[in-house]
């Protein structure tokens, strides 16, 4: 009855020492069973677990100062440098490229290529044009046409593809891939008015109006309106020319005969047949 007795009066003592010294040191447990276990009488023991609960009182507080010290210089002085580095160094200029790579352009014949990061298989290689600086109103109504899609279905109704079908209706672009008639023989000039994204086909088309005194063929005038394909390198309210027998300068957006254009030089659109666009 004497240990137990004697034993929770020491347990009562560590705690108020240990809240005293915030729980740093607790040398008394191992003291009064070291006592017991060297045959000290209970008295001896608990002069020696009160001596030791007096060296934790006046060590702790010198312990705690010497550890807040040590742990709050080094960080003061990685707060200074810091602040002295960003006050000396220079502010970083924008970097040319996306979170993910892809190029940051700001010409509209040439957009950048938006990539998305690969956390499915699907998105690991979808590629969304970048829309910005394209036409975001609606195609001209008089040079588009609905498109009637087959659903996979053939004239009786019946699949017989799967895996097809859905997606976002859209009309058809009604592009002008001859310029000028074939059997004309004067020079067509347009002004883009704007450059517009196509979801029918890969590249982007350009509006173009054309003056009432354009060249005309067998009393008939050209369209007011017309869709280009779109080449890089032009710029809204650029001129662009056209003609089957003149020589024009050799720039992007121009059409003329292949005969008249140097070698080497960059083309597209050419006919499989000419006359045919």
């Known amino acids: 009855m004497l240990g137990r007795g004697l034993g929770g009066v020491l347990r009562r003592a560590s705690a108020a020492a240990s809240a005293t010294t915030g729980g740093l040191c607790q040398p008394q447990k191992v003291l009064w069973r070291g006592a017991f276990s060297l045959g000290l009488s ?8 009160s001596s030791a609960q007096q060296a934790c009182r006046s060590w702790a507080p010198s312990l705690a100062a010497r550890a807040s010290a040590r742990w709050e210089q080094p ?61 975001r109103g609606k195609p001209h109504k008089s040079l588009t046409k609905g498109i009637k899609r087959s659903g996979a279905r053939n004239n009786q109704g019946v699949t017989t593809v799967w895996g097809k079908g ?6 058809y672009r009604l592009v002008d891939f001859k310029r000028a008639h074939p059997r004309s023989t004067g020079i067509i000039m347009g002004t883009i008015e704007r450059i517009e994204y196509d979801p029918n086909r890969t590249a982007l088309i350009a509006l173009l109006r054309h003056p009432q005194n354009s060249e005309t063929y067998q009393g008939e005038p050209h369209a007011a309106l017309s869709y280009i394909v779109c080449p890089r390198g032009i710029a809204v309210g650029g001129e662009l020319l056209a003609s089957r027998t003149e020589l024009l300068d050799v720039k992007p957006g121009n059409s003329m005969q292949l005969r008249h254009i140097p070698v080497g030089t960059l083309v597209h659109n050419i006919e499989m047949r000419p006359g045919a666009g």
């Open 42 to 49: 209970p008295t001896c023991a608990a002069s020696h677990v």
């Open 75 to 135: 960080r003061a002085g990685l707060r200074g440098m810091a602040t002295e580095a960003a006050a000396v160094a220079p502010k970083k200029a924008r970097k040319t490229v996306t979170w993910y790579g892809a190029r940051i352009s700001t010409d509209p014949t040439a957009p950048s290529v938006i990539r998305r990061r690969p956390t499915t298989p699907s998105q690991r290689h979808t590629a969304i044009t970048d829309k910005t600086y394209l036409w």
């Open 166 to 171: 859905g997606g976002n209706k859209r009309r």
